[in-house]
């Protein structure tokens, strides 16, 4: 049986190939699989999922990368909210 396009491991790959995009200084692409994937673990986790803390950390890093530091902190504060949620402060 197909996946599907909103499964979880489509996600996964996603956020592979982002990861290879953005070794390739490809950012731009980077940031599209990024985003790609966080919609996806959105639907089928939720919103406040670790996974979804990881992916808006990757987002965060290509920002920061980019040099767009507002969108980079934003993604990070909003990565911290749902870890802090789910795990706790220590």
Known sequence: SKLGDDHKDVATSLLN???????????????????????????VLGHDHTDVAASLLNIGSVYLDLGNYEEALEKFNEALRIQRSKLGDD
């Open 17 to 43: 190939l982002g990861i290879v995009y953005w070794n390739l200084g490809n950012l731009t692409e980077a940031r599209t699989k990024y985003d790609e994937a966080l919609r996806i673990q959105i639907k």
